[in-house]
């Protein structure tokens, strides 16, 4: 973790609009930051509801399953990415309540 002086607390993506929504901010947030996935895992980034939506409307169901796995992957290593370059030790970047944001660690 480093020093994070760019990002102010709170929520970057409201989960009240969905995991396209939510996934794509983070997705966007890391990529701006440097995180650079593979290329082909990139197109996949830059794709990602377009992607969703071929395998939705050709029904294939597996093929779709399969998709929203691999979107969920790279979306824990873009998250990844941004808790290791772009937080410090008492933030987090992740979900809290189905959104997504830079977040406060508190001990429960």
């Given at each position: ?54 395998w939705r409307n ?29 937080s410090d030790d ?19």
């Amino acid at each position: 973790m480093t020093e994070n002086n760019k990002y102010e607390l709170g929520c970057y993506g409201d989960g009240s609009f969905g995991p396209d929504h939510t996934r794509r901010r983070a997705f966007d947030t890391a990529l701006n930051e440097g995180w650079e996935p593979s290329e082909h895992d990139k197109k996949i980034v830059d794709n990602d509801i377009s992607y969703l939506d071929f395998w939705r409307n050709m029904g294939d169901i597996d093929m779709l399953q399969s998709c929203v796995i691999t979107l969920q992957e790279l979306e824990d290593e873009a998250i990844d990415y941004l808790n290791e370059h772009c937080s410090d030790d008492s933030h987090y970047w992740g979900y809290e309540e189905g959104s997504f944001g830079y977040w406060e660690i508190t001990e429960d």
